[in-house]
């Protein structure tokens, strides 16, 4: 048998009968023949020198130009009953996602939306250097589109199917589940279509070009440490789907990037395979506005004070899903009100509120509207624990009817349960599955965000929930972890870092719990001080995350597989003993302390570094150590000149509107003795915004917006827009502490 003859066999394998036996092959006149049992026939398949296959079975017989013909026709893949019944499928959800979404080719200057992308693929293939394997990745933030430009390229590729006869689009998505196969998610796919394709016939119609897989959320698959099942799943799969293949990898930014997957894919063949990268990132402020017009946004709103700093360059309102949210009814005039402070709790609170006034006259007469905004809150955690408990991406309507009876307990009769079930499956915050019968969160920064809020009642009430002991905690979760942390009142930081603190002593190592309530109290950490300094000691975490300016705490003999710290001030953070960080995430605006132990890979916004001595010369520069000869250095200015310290704060500060109220991390910005001096210096500059909330009762709230932070964060190379304002707080800090020393 020769070489290209037993290629052929295994690729016809997949398609013979259960029970039979496998494809065999014999020479005559210098045709290949094949035969085996297909649907219950005997198919013969003859292969003739020009190209052409011979179909015969007790059917009849047909002619196919190429072998490709034959895998796509209605006898083996029916790739046009596929395109039919993903258009049915993806039609509405497509139709009604109008947001453009708009990505860039890296290490390049093409960008464009989706149809770019599928060009792009498209045109790989084409000249005399196609590639033996197109490997995409599609990385960016969680909002930004990644899953509704995956689904509106599958819908394209569908909808034109018979015209372009490009490849069809498998989506396969994580469902909430960790270390799970790939092939059960092929599995479901294809379930989900109601094909007759399996599972283990994929690689054969990748390899040949007729079908792309596209895997959407790959970061979710596995342990962001070691990953060694998902990765060698991905290589595994490479190899199987090599000669023609295109497959497409969708995850957060943080954690894919092609350097990473060219080092961790070692199937990936430099010399022969193709690696790409689409990144994804926020609409231009222009397109923003034109579609806020579009659904309904007056212009005086747009341009409103409170509006227009929402729609900056780099704000989260630029994203997809939050704009989606701040066009649903109503919103736009609790935006143009100033009711906004943290975008996401705003969106949800928005949410809860409008959810909370549709349950009827017979509830609103027996309930006021706390309880049902409670009730709708109560619910949406309860299903968010289910789903992480049983670590799937759906739930049952009958469980979630369930839920709605158990939360319902006490707040009405028995004979007006029914209207609280019935009403708990329409409610906005969950959509329809792909599953007839499911339901699923709108969003993973809605499941998120509920689910943060189980976990601080439980870990506050001493409970080590399930999902804690089994799930991997990811840094959009511990980003949602944070916000939500954000409102806490301080008794109640205290009880959940202590509490927090006591379980980790008191859990075994058996299973993730004590990392991942490490790692809650990381970000806990980064919004809010607790009384006493949290010590965390002897143990490993999948991932941390950091943010804004993080409050001491002290780590002795950790491991963390990664950290993602962009933008954070973490210098109160002490490492002891044996602690080692595998990968740190990071940006110009990182500070690090200078107990940080050496990562083995750097990851920052344009490179990914791997040699010790760049990754060292890189922290030692972000720490400042080399400046010691300068007279007055960067680090210095924050050590000793309290006006720069706070401004450290001040750029890192996360929500959008830093607000005169109760929350804890502004209150440390406003409360500070220098404030008043630094605001008039960025009023001076046109680098805040002001505005003031005047409530119906007690005195009015002033807003305000930091203009430009990225450039004020990079201190040691600022751009020239801000050199006037840096040089006068410089002057007036200086001169602040020479009165000072004449004082004393």
Not at 604 to 628: C, G, I
Request: hydrophobic letters at 40%; aromatic letters at 6%; a negative charge.
């Amino acid at each position: 048998m020769t070489n290209n003859t037993k290629m052929l066999i295994d690729d016809l394998a997949p398609f013979a009968d259960l029970g039979t036996e496998p494809p065999r092959s014999a020479e005559a006149s210098g045709q290949t023949v094949v035969r085996l049992i297909r649907n219950g026939e005997l198919l013969t398949l003859t292969f003739r020198a020009d190209g052409r296959v011979l179909e015969q079975s007790q059917s009849g017989e047909r002619t196919h130009l190429t072998f490709r013909a034959l895998l796509a026709s209605n006898n083996f893949s029916d790739l046009g009953r596929w395109a039919d019944s993903q258009v049915v499928l993806l039609r509405e959800r497509v139709e009604s996602e109008t947001i453009p979404i708009v990505g860039s080719i890296a290490d390049s200057e093409l960008e464009g939306d989706v149809h770019f992308l599928d060009d792009f693929l498209y045109r790989a293939w084409e000249g005399a250097d196609k590639p033996r394997s197109l490997i995409m990745l599609i990385d960016g933030p969680a909002g930004v589109g990644k899953t509704s430009l995956i689904r509106s390229l599958a819908h394209a590729r569908a909808k034109e199917y018979r015209l372009t006869q490009r490849p069809l689009i498998l989506h396969v998505e994580s469902r909430g589940r960790m270390l799970q196969n790939i092939t059960d998610l092929m599995a479901f796919g294809l379930q989900t279509l109601r094909l007759s394709v399996t599972y283990d016939q994929v690689p054969v119609l990748i390899r040949h070009g007729l079908v792309t897989l596209a895997v959407d959320g790959f970061d979710e698959l596995g342990d962001p440490n070691g990953y060694e099942l998902a990765w060698a799943q991905i290589n595994d799969l490479v190899e199987s789907s090599r000669g023609g293949g295109t497959i497409l990898f969708a995850g957060r930014e943080t954690f894919i990037s092609k350097d990473r997957i060219a080092t961790a894919l070692t199937a990936i063949d430099s010399a022969a395979d193709r690696l790409e990268a689409f990144n994804l990132k926020g609409l231009k402020s222009n397109s923003a506005r034109m579609w806020l017009s579009g659904q309904g946004w007056t212009e005086e709103n747009l341009n409103s004070d409170v509006v227009r700093p929402l729609l900056e360059e780099g704000s989260y309102a630029l994203r997809p899903f939050f704009l989606s949210e701040l066009a649903r009814p109503g919103v736009q005039e609790q935006v143009s009100n100033g009711d906004v402070d943290e975008l996401l709790s705003f969106l949800i609170g928005s949410m809860i509120n409008r959810e909370s006034d549709k349950f009827g006259r017979d509830i609103e007469a027996v309930t006021t509207a706390t309880q049902r905004q409670r009730f709708v809150s109560r619910l949406m955690e309860e299903v968010a624990r289910d789903l992480a408990e049983n670590q799937t991406g759906a739930i049952q309507v009958e469980t979630l009817a369930w839920l709605a009876e158990v939360v319902a307990d006490g707040l009405v009769t028995d004979d007006l349960v029914g209207i609280l079930k019935n009403r708990s499956g329409v409610i906005a915050f969950l959509t329809d599955d792909e599953r007839r019968g499911y339901k699923k969160f709108s969003h993973e920064y809605v499941y998120n965000h509920f689910l943060s809020r189980v976990a601080i009642s439980s870990i506050s009430s001493g409970e080590v929930a399930k999902f804690v002991r089994r799930n991997i905690f990811g840094a959009d979760y511990l980003e949602a972890f944070s916000d939500v942390c954000r409102s806490l009142p301080q008794e109640e930081v205290d009880r959940l870092v202590e509490t927090a603190s006591q379980l980790i002593g008191a859990v075994g190592d058996h299973d993730r719990a004590r990392g991942n309530l490490a790692a809650l109290i990381l970000s806990a950490c980064s919004v809010a001080t607790p009384t006493n300094v949290p010590v965390i000691k002897g143990l490993s975490m999948d991932e941390g995350y950091l943010t804004e300016t993080v409050a001491p705490i002290q780590l002795v003999d950790v491991s963390i597989g990664q950290l993602v710290a962009r933008s954070a001030d973490f210098r109160d953070v002490v490492f002891e003993g044996e602690c080692n960080v595998t990968a740190l995430i990071a940006d110009p605006g990182t500070v690090p302390p200078r107990s940080i132990p050496r990562p083995t890979i750097l990851a920052l916004p344009d490179r990914t570094l791997y040699d010790p001595n760049e990754m060292a010369m890189w922290v030692s520069r972000q720490v400042k150590t080399f400046h010691t000869r300068e007279p007055l250095s960067i680090n210095d200015m924050l050590k000793r000149l309290p006006p720069f310290a706070l401004l450290a704060r001040i750029v890192r500060y996360k929500p959008f509107w830093l607000k005169d109220g109760d929350e804890k991390a502004a209150r440390k910005i406003l409360d500070d003795p220098h404030w008043e001096m630094v605001k008039q210096i960025l009023e001076k500059h046109d680098l805040i915004t002001e505005r003031l909330d005047v409530p119906a009762s007690g005195r009015p709230a002033p807003f305000y917006h930091i203009r430009n932070k990225a450039a004020l964060m990079d201190l040691e190379n600022p751009p020239e827009s801000v050199w006037l304002f840096l040089d006068e707080l410089l002057e007036a800090s200086l001169k602040l502490e020479a009165d000072s020393t004449k004082d004393e």
